[in-house]
């Protein structure tokens, strides 16, 4: 059950026409103002440049919630390391009314099927010795008015394809921010084993065949769920290996 907090996510929401990347504005806020408060939220109906995992460019089409939250969690180096898998159980949560085929593909993107739905970013940053993060969400609502691309690394599919609504990125983001609070604060009072078994049942490839490609070699194994680090669990000739960095592609 959500219950309300104090600094509530979302309060001030700051509401940009168009930017490189909301993460990246915040940053840019942040430099100018370092002691702007958790919770501060940026969002932009257009995002010209928005980042995504592994260095590559997120392409998200008009009309998509493009948003930014700053946190300031007080935990360890290691357990930041799954604040983006939390973030993915938040919003996972938060879809499951309207879309309960919603899953979640290690480590923290949202899925339809096999089709991307949401993207998830958190860049960190040790500011006089605390963390500060930025965390970025990109869901795709409206499909491109010209299609998808043909050149996709992976499908990509829309709110407005899987349902029929004409609901606008602030109506989703206002849904989206108290499961991300709830779950946040969760993890900062008991770590990740207390998000674990959320993000586990929410697991798009459990029980299934999956391939991780990392640089230039790849791991095989039948994918098991998460450890309490965040790693991939694959069971792989009779042995779990524990994966912390690559690609996953299912078999």
């Not at 940009?16 to 501060?40: C, F, H, I, K, Y």
């Not at 499909?143 to 050149?151: I, L, N, S, T, Y």
């Not at 690394?153 to 206002?174: G, K, N, S, V």
Request: proline share 6%; aromatic share 6%.
């Amino acid at each position: 059950m959500l219950t309300p907090a104090e600094g509530l996510f979302g309060q001030p929401l700051i509401q940009v026409a168009e930017t490189d990347s909301t993460n990246s504005l915040l940053w840019r806020m942040l430099q100018q103002q370092p002691s702007l408060a958790e919770g501060v939220t940026v969002m932009a109906e257009r995002q010209q440049a928005g980042r995504g995992r592994l260095g590559r460019q997120w392409l998200m089409p008009e009309g998509g919630l493009a948003c930014s939250i700053l946190l300031r969690p007080d935990v360890s180096r290691s357990q930041l390391a799954t604040l983006s898998l939390v973030a993915a159980v938040a919003v996972q949560q938060s879809l499951l009314p309207w879309l309960p085929m919603a899953r979640i593909k290690w480590p923290n993107d949202i899925l339809v099927g096999e089709a991307k739905l949401c993207g998830i970013l958190a860049e960190s940053q040790m500011i006089e010795e605390t963390a500060v993060v930025v965390l970025g969400i990109g869901l795709n609502i409206r499909p491109p008015a010209k299609g998808w691309p043909d050149d996709l690394r992976r499908p990509a599919t829309c709110l407005q394809q899987e349902l029929i609504t004409t609901d606008t990125a602030a109506q989703w983001l206002r849904r989206l921010l108290p499961y991300m609070q709830y779950w946040y604060q969760r993890w900062q009072q008991h770590g990740f084993a207390a998000v674990q078994p959320a993000w586990m049942r929410g697991f798009a490839h459990r029980g299934k065949s999956l391939i991780v490609v990392q640089n230039h070699h790849t791991v095989q194994g039948i994918a098991e769920g998460v450890d309490r680090s965040g790693a991939l669990l694959l069971r792989c000739r009779g042995r779990l290996e524990r994966i912390t960095s690559g690609e996953v592609e299912q078999e």
